[in-house]
């Protein structure tokens, strides 16, 4: 475990924490004036191997050469030129800081760091850190990397989970979730919808799909992943062509078939790996999807009558209604989408730059 302390005095800024993944969902603006709720686990922290926010440079004032160095071989509209490695963690993790009044950008409904570091030292005053809790954002404080230090905590580390345990626990995302506008009262303007989770996801997932794809149709399974993956992919790649099989590949799956080029693998949420890849499956081409989502989609869980708990007779089965479903056809995040696409080496291809291109028009005929 960790704590981070300020970088000019020394002062303790967090409790300790332990490192886990980024989310998929770490930078997601999803809908207006939605209140989405912490992006991190009390007593966790992930890193952000790319730079984020202000300083920002627009695409035109970089040359392809600097941005292909840092991994971006498409336009973008443009790419931050702040410290890389960026820490968030969860704001009730957070110790010893201020807010700095005068760096209050966002206040639509909160903050959005769109100012830079909000959060100062206490002992010092040195800003160390951008609260996040603005509406459609994801509640988080996010360290600045050249202001703190990361320093170990005396005690023993517990290692990762294994891929066993991680299926005993089975902690699984709901695709469907209710959502609510900003400060709305309890019971009034909630609503079902698909998981902002599951959108951000998807966006990444299928951007690796095109770049898999070769420029040929892609077929996924039948039933939730179909739902999710299979009306972009049928609307984005070209019919003719013998399709390439996408399948579901991890713990507890069987071995995916040879014919199986693409994989729908589960990343490890502490560690950040994918699942490994052996065999004759280890030429296959792995798309990641968030542990907690491919769990969901490799062993769905069906609505079925559970024995009532209490002091229920023998035999008594409960009826609850199912959880509700949104009502709309599942659209992945453009933004996860784009941001991914354009570090795949793949999308040099002249006809994954034209889906880029269009990504508007694919927004509003509800690809996205």
């Known amino acids: 475990m960790f704590v981070f302390v300020c970088a000019g005095c020394g002062a303790e800024l967090t409790a300790p924490l332990s490192q886990v ?3 998929a969902h770490a930078h997601q603006k999803y809908g207006n004036g939605i ?3 912490v992006l991190m686990e009390p007593g966790t922290f992930a890193v952000d191997p790319e730079p984020w926010g202000p300083p920002w440079r627009m695409w035109e004032a970089i040359h392809p050469d600097e941005a292909a160095a840092r991994g971006v071989y498409a336009p973008v509209y443009a790419l931050s030129d702040g410290a890389p490695g960026a820490s968030v963690i969860a704001p009730g993790d957070v110790r010893g800081t201020l807010l700095i009044p005068e760096k209050g950008g966002g206040y639509c409904c909160g903050l959005d760091g769109a100012d830079g570091p909000n959060m100062a030292c206490e002992a010092c005053g040195l ?5 996040i809790d603005d509406c459609s954002l994801w509640q988080a404080v996010w360290l600045a990397p050249d202001a703190v230090r990361r320093l170990p905590v005396d005690g023993v580390d517990s290692a990762p989970l294994s891929w066993a345990e991680l299926m005993a626990e089975g902690k699984g ?3 469907f979730e209710p959502i609510a506008r900003w400060g709305a009262r309890p019971g009034t303007s909630h609503w079902w919808s698909w998981s902002p989770q599951w959108e951000a996801a998807a966006g990444r997932a299928l951007a690796h799909l095109l770049a898999a794809s070769e420029g040929r149709p892609v077929t996924v399974p039948d039933g939730l992943t179909g739902e999710v993956f299979q009306r972009a992919l049928d609307a984005l790649l070209p019919a003719g062509p013998p399709a390439r099989r ?6 507890g799956r069987p071995a995916p078939d040879a014919d199986a080029g693409i994989l729908l693998v589960p990343v490890h949420p502490q560690t950040g790996e994918p699942w490994p890849l052996a065999g004759p499956a280890a030429s296959a081409y792995p798309v990641p999807l968030p542990f907690g989502v491919w769990l969901w989609l490799a062993f769905p869980e069906p609505y079925l009558p559970v024995p009532a708990s209490g002091g229920m007779p023998d035999g008594v089965l409960r009826d609850d209604p199912p959880t509700p479903r949104s009502c709309r056809l599942f659209r992945a995040d453009p933004t996860a989408f784009q941001h991914t696409l354009v570090r795949l080496p793949a999308v ?5 730059r034209e889906i880029l291109k269009n990504l508007t028009g ?3 005929a509800g690809l996205f």
């Open 362 to 364: 694919h927004m509003r």
């Open 21 to 23: 993944a980024l989310p």
């Open 348 to 352: 040099r291809s002249p006809w994954l």
């Open 246 to 251: 996408a399948v579901l590949a991890g713990p």
């Open 127 to 131: 800003p160390v850190a951008s609260r």
């Open 35 to 37: 209140q989405l709720p």
């Open 173 to 175: 995302t709901p695709p």
